[in-house]
């Protein structure tokens, strides 16, 4: 990769944890009237879209970091793809955290380098466990966001769109990287990601 990219991707970066996001299709739900909820749903609401934008930052740097070592300009451009759909669910997130009068994590531009690191690794090892990496890192937020539709309040209907969008396009990104020929995972990486997962999920939601 050219000093030029790095300086690109160094960038994104910055933007990624310190910038507002912007998107390019409409926020999912945007037409939808607020719903009446208590303070305990609104909380719990922000609570679970804080854990989501938190996670797209994740997904940021560990697309970037893949970025950084992929040897495959077919891979990169897949990864960048991806990349691309989730600035606009950064977007997509940021909109409804401040509807619901909340914060960002705090802990996001630690996250952010931990996962970015992942990244890295993931790329070094190879393009084939770099696709791998990515397909298991979209199936695990596709089964988060599946409990979140299950968690939300029933009636908050603009932050169920954006969760909904956000799972339609992981599925999309996960299915790309198993055609381009992502290796399945080994048992104990799988596991090892799923309980840093849980980890990231349950401080987030409140820091």
Same mark, same amino acid.
């Given at each position: 990769?050219?000093?030029?990219?790095?300086?690109?991707?160094?960038?994104?970066?910055?933007?990624?944890?310190?910038?507002?996001? $912007?998107?390019?299709?409409?926020?999912?739900?945007?037409?939808?009237?607020?719903?009446?909820?208590?303070?305990?749903?609104?909380?719990?609401?922000?609570?679970?879209?804080?854990?989501?934008?938190?996670?797209?930052?994740?997904?940021?740097?560990?697309?970037?970091?893949?970025?950084?070592?992929?040897?495959?300009?077919?891979?990169?451009?897949?990864?960048?793809?991806?990349?691309?759909?989730?600035?606009?669910?950064?977007?997509?997130?940021?909109?409804?955290?401040?509807?619901?009068?909340?914060?960002?994590?705090?802990?996001?531009?630690?996250?952010?380098?931990?996962?970015?690191?992942?990244?890295?690794?993931?790329?070094?090892?190879?393009?084939?466990?770099?696709?791998?990496?990515?397909?298991?890192?979209?199936?695990?937020?596709?089964?988060?966001?599946?409990?979140?539709?299950?968690?939300?309040?029933?009636?908050?209907? $603009?932050?169920?769109?954006?969760?909904?969008?956000?799972?339609?396009?992981?599925?999309?990104?996960?299915?790309?990287?198993?055609?381009?020929?992502?290796?399945?995972?080994?048992?104990?990486?799988?596991?090892?990601?799923?309980?840093?997962? $849980?980890?990231?999920?349950?401080?987030?939601?409140?820091?």
């Amino acid at each position: 990769m050219s000093f030029d990219n790095v300086i690109f991707e160094f960038d994104r970066a910055l933007r990624t944890v310190f910038a507002n996001s $912007r998107s390019q299709r409409p926020v999912p739900g945007n037409d939808v009237p607020e719903a009446v909820m208590s303070a305990e749903e609104k909380a719990h609401a922000c609570g679970l879209m804080r854990v989501n934008h938190c996670g797209e930052i994740c997904a940021q740097a560990l697309y970037q970091g893949q970025v950084l070592t992929s040897r495959d300009a077919a891979v990169r451009d897949a990864l960048r793809g991806a990349a691309d759909e989730e600035t606009e669910h950064l977007a997509w997130t940021e909109q409804r955290i401040a509807e619901l009068n909340g914060r960002k994590s705090l802990l996001n531009p630690f996250l952010y380098l931990g996962a970015l690191t992942l990244g890295v690794v993931a790329g070094v090892l190879g393009d084939k466990w770099n696709l791998g990496f990515l397909a298991e890192t979209e199936r695990q937020v596709e089964a988060h966001l599946d409990s979140h539709l299950v968690s939300l309040p029933e009636q908050d209907l $603009r932050s169920r769109h954006i969760v909904d969008q956000m799972r339609l396009d992981e599925i999309s990104h996960a299915e790309t990287a198993v055609r381009l020929g992502a290796a399945e995972l080994p048992p104990i990486a799988v596991k090892a990601m799923k309980l840093s997962a $849980r980890l990231m999920t349950e401080t987030t939601y409140r820091i």
